[in-house]
Structure formats: C-alpha cells, structure tokens
T-cell receptor
Framework: EAQVTQNPRYLITVTGKKLTVTCSQNMNHEYMSWYRQDPGLGLRQIYYSMNVEVTDKGDVPEGYKVSRKEKRNFPLILESPSPNQTSLYFC???????????????FGNGTRLTVT | AQKITQTQPGMFVQEKEAVTLDCTYDTSDQSYGLFWYKQPSSGEMIFLIYQGSYDEQNATEGRYSLNFQKARKSANLVISASQLGDSAMYFCAMREGRSSAGGTSYGKLTFGQGTILTVHP
C-alpha cells in the first residue's frame, strides 16, 4: 500500500531534549516536506526537499533541522525543543508537480508534539 | 510570493444541500496548480480535487467540483448533496510551477487557513 509513515503519532517531551520525528514514503517520490499545523494558521511549511541531499527552508524553519540521505526518508530534528514548537506536524511527499502535472501531496497521519 | 486566502472560518449547510467554500489566490506564476484537501476530526489530510492553471474545464470529482475563475484568481470548492460525513476542515492550496535544470516543473505547496464545514441533519 502506498503510504507516508511518520512516527511517533504522539510525543510529549521537555524543553531542550533533542528529538527526531521520522518520515518514510514507499512511492519513490522525489519531493518531501514537513508542515506544522496550528489553530487559525493553517499548515505552514517548515522544510522541503526536492531530492536526495537537496533541502530548502520553508516558511518557518527556525528551530528545526532535516536531512535527506535516502530518497524514502526525511526525518525532522528538533535539537532543543521549546514550548512554541508544540504543534501538529505532518510529513508529506509527492512526485514532480506544478503546471500541467497533477501531483498531490500524500500526507502522513501526523505527529502531535507537546513540549513542556 | 504566493498567497492563499480562505475568508470563511466556518460554514454551515443542511444535509443534501450544496455548499461553496471560497478560495482566492495570488501568484505571479503562469503555471500553477490548485488543490483542495479535507481534514476530518481524526486529523488525516485527504486530497479531494485538483485544477491546473492551463485547464479550461472546471475540475470535477464525484460530488466535488472546482469553480475556477482564473481572471479573478479564485478556486472555490463546491460540494453537492452534502452528507454528514462531509463535516470537516477544508484547505485550499496552491503549488507553484517552476522549471529546474532538467526542464521539469515542480515546487512548493502553500495552504490557506482553512474553513470548518459543519453539515446539519
């Protein structure tokens, strides 16, 4: 089954304790992205990657790191989490899209992170 | 820079009636794609419908149709014959099209703030 798998689904941590949220897709997609969802703000892009070893900042990259060593994996790293990073996080992937190409994002089920 | 605006924080509709969710966008790109996603209370993001900037016909997918007015830069979602299961958050999104060195177009997907739809029995 084609899917984007992110883990964990729920995570409660304390300020400053490094954490990693994993994301893996089995669709051979080139494009992968991380979003955070906060009430009233919709989904905001944190980082995205157009291929292996190619990553770019989205709209809200501060406090996050990513890596794309393999095509299927795109982990999100919080080196020193703070309470303002409490949010619902989504990983997503797609093939090449834009213009005439219909390539919707396929989303993972989300990770609800609470930083106390 | 891209911008997506959904001006309706919440909408209510009676079961079996049609409802329109508004979306306007702003871009200087000639090539772009417009998407609608549904997010039920369980939290997952479900792709509903797509409209390309070059498509002359409005997109339709079952009970979903996209009222695309390019000159007005609007891409409203129309849900016909609403069902109780349609109650959810709905997001409009736009993907810019740009060329890479290989000539392929792909780019960032930007979302609106969302509209909560409630279907009454």
């Amino acid at each position: 089954e084609a899917q984007v798998t992110q883990n964990p689904r729920y995570l409660i941590t304390v300020t400053g304790k490094k954490l990693t949220v994993t994301c893996s897709q089995n669709m051979n997609h080139e494009y992968m992205s991380w979003y955070r969802q906060d009430p009233g703000l919709g989904l905001r892009q944190i980082y995205y990657s157009m291929n292996v070893e190619v990553t770019d900042k989205g709209d809200v990259p501060e406090g996050y790191k990513v890596s794309r060593k393999e095509k299927r994996n795109f982990p999100l790293i919080l080196e020193s989490p703070s309470p303002n990073q409490t949010s619902l996080y989504f990983c997503a992937s797609s093939g090449r899209g834009g213009g005439r190409d219909n390539s919707p994002l396929h989303f993972g089920n989300g990770t609800r992170l609470t930083v106390t | 820079a891209q911008k997506i605006t959904q001006t309706q924080p919440g909408m209510f509709v009676q079961e079996k009636e049609a409802v329109t969710l508004d979306c306007t966008y702003d871009t200087s790109d000639q090539s772009y794609g417009l998407f609608w996603y549904k997010q039920p209370s369980s939290g997952e993001m479900i792709f509903l419908i797509y409209q390309g900037s070059y498509d002359e016909q409005n997109a339709t997918e079952g009970r979903y149709s996209l009222n695309f007015q390019k000159a007005r830069k609007s891409a409203n979602l129309v849900i016909s014959a609403s069902q109780l299961g349609d109650s959810a958050m709905y997001f409009c999104a736009m993907r810019e099209g740009r060329s890479s060195a290989g000539g392929t177009s792909y780019g960032k997907l930007t979302f609106g703030q969302g509209t909560i739809l409630t279907v009454h029995p």
